[in-house]
C-alpha cells in the first residue's frame, strides 16, 4: 500500500518562499504520476502541477508556473513543490498523490488514487 508523507507547509509573509516536500513508501511501480494539489475549505481541489517519474516531464497550472515548480528525486522517491513570491491566495491545505503513469501527467485530482495527509500553507499579507 502507497503512503504519502508531506512536509514542509507554515506560516509566510507574502513574498516568502516554501518548499513542500512528499516522501512516498510501499510504491510497487517504476513509472508513475506525482502531483501537488491544494484546496481551501469549501472549495474543489486544485491541481497545481505533476511530474513523470520516468520522462520527467511536468505539467504546471498555467495561474502558477512563474511561482511554483516541482521536481522529483527518484533516488528519495520524494516530490518537491517550490513556492516563491507568496501571495494571500495561494493560502491552502497542500496534498501530494500518486497515480498511474502517463506521458504528461495530469492535474485532475481523479487520476490520483494515492494521497498524502496534506500540509498548511498559511501567507499573511
Known amino acids: 500500500q502507497v503512503q504519502l508523507v508531506e512536509s514542509g507547509g507554515g506560516s509566510v509573509q507574502s513574498g516568502g518562499s516554501l518548499r513542500l516536500s512528499c516522501t512516498a513508501s510501499?510504491?510497487?511501480?517504476?513509472?508513475?504520476?506525482m502531483a501537488w494539489f491544494r484546496q481551501e475549505p469549501g472549495k474543489e481541489r486544485e491541481g497545481v502541477a505533476s511530474t513523470n517519474s520516468y520522462y520527467g516531464t511536468t505539467t504546471q497550472a498555467e495561474s502558477l508556473k512563474d511561482r511554483f515548480t516541482i521536481s522529483l528525486d527518484n533516488a528519495k522517491n520524494t516530490v518537491y513543490l517550490q513556492m516563491y513570491d507568496l501571495k494571500p491566495e495561494d493560502t491552502a491545505m497542500y496534498y501530494c498523490?500518486?497515480?498511474?503513469?502517463?506521458?504528461?501527467?495530469?492535474?485532475?485530482?481523479?487520476?490520483?488514487?494515492?494521497w498524502g495527509q496534506g500540509t498548511q500553507v498559511t501567507v499573511s499579507s
Open positions: 510501499g510504491n510497487p511501480w517504476s513509472m508513475y504520476c
Open positions: 498523490a500518486l497515480g498511474p503513469h502517463e506521458y504528461s501527467c495530469s492535474n485532475n485530482y481523479r487520476k490520483y488514487d494515492s
